[in-house]
């Protein structure tokens, strides 16, 4: 009799080791797996943070060259503006 318990025990222990090494890889796949979507959510939120301050960086230089051409403007307008006074007084001359 106990030559058939330890065969049981044997079967059992062999199942046991099975399943074991079966949850397992399981386990290390799913961890696997875990890993993999935290780096992608990772690389994703990198991504969106370099494509923000992309975003920044263009809005700001944009800001700058409008002021500057606006400002080159209102500078050609004061200087027109200054040639047409200058004329109207040069014709009232005549």
């Given at each position: 009799?106990?030559?058939?318990?330890t065969?049981?025990d044997?079967?059992?222990?062999?199942?046991?080791?099975?399943?074991g090494?079966?949850?397992?890889?399981a386990?290390?796949?799913v961890?696997?797996?875990?890993?993999?979507?935290n780096?992608?959510k990772?690389?994703?939120?990198?991504a969106?943070?370099?494509?923000?301050?992309?975003?920044r960086?263009?809005?700001?230089?944009t800001?700058?060259?409008?002021?500057k051409?606006?400002?080159?403007?209102?500078?050609?307008?004061?200087?027109?503006k200054?040639?047409?006074?200058?004329?109207?007084?040069?014709?009232?001359?005549?």
């Open positions: 009799m106990s030559s058939a318990a065969a049981d044997i079967r059992l222990q062999d199942a046991g080791e099975a399943i090494a079966t949850a397992g890889k386990v290390a796949t961890r696997r797996t875990a890993n993999t979507l780096e992608g990772e690389r994703l939120a990198e969106a943070s370099a494509a923000r301050s992309e975003a960086r263009v809005v700001k230089s800001r700058k060259e409008t002021k051409a606006v400002k080159s403007a209102k500078k050609l307008a004061t200087s027109a200054k040639s047409v006074k200058r004329i109207a007084r040069k014709l009232k001359r005549r």
